[in-house]
């Protein structure tokens, strides 16, 4: 259901990118919401149907990751211009909830996406992630950011 559903939304996003004329991302992410709320309005017990939940977390996520993103890259632009001695360069042990592959190398991708992050290894019983960081005051709230932002908000979408 999810399938046929996420393929309809992407045929009625590219009907109305062919009827607008405009073919651009932006149009074809505008096509794309309007199409999810027709979907929405002419689906019968969609609080059973898991594709409506699904693609506003993906979107919220989207969203969140952006935020992390620009933060991190604000942060290592002070840190470039201003002095270096407030550097707190540190390796943290993060246990991880993630089991599969799969997990681990999204949570892998998403803490190497932000600047003065980086995954360096992670155990071969898969219970624990090896990060450097650049800004690392506190290793708990390090802990604790990358377990509740990170890899919670990523198992949520994936489970």
Not at 96 to 116: M, Q, R, V, W
Request: net charge neutral; proline share 3%; glycine share 2%.
């Amino acid at each position: 259901m999810i399938k046929s559903l996420f393929l309809s939304n992407i045929l009625l996003a590219l009907v109305w990118v062919f009827a607008t004329g405009t073919l651009t991302q932006e149009n074809f992410l505008f096509g794309f919401l309007i199409a999810f709320g027709i979907l929405w309005l002419i689906t019968i017990n969609r609080t059973e149907i898991k594709y409506f939940s699904f693609v506003p977390k993906i979107l919220w996520f989207f969203l969140f990751v952006l935020s992390k993103i620009i933060a991190a890259n604000l942060q290592t632009v002070k840190e470039s211009l201003y002095k270096k001695d407030d550097l707190s360069p540190a390796i943290i042990k993060v246990p991880l909830a993630a089991k599969s592959d799969l997990e681990i190398t999204f949570l892998a991708n998403l803490i190497c996406l932000t600047p003065g992050t980086m995954v360096l290894d992670v155990s071969d019983d898969k219970k624990a992630m090896y990060v450097h960081s650049l800004h690392c005051e506190d290793r708990d709230t390090f802990i604790k950011e990358i377990k509740t932002e990170f890899e919670q908000r990523l198992l949520d979408l994936m489970r």
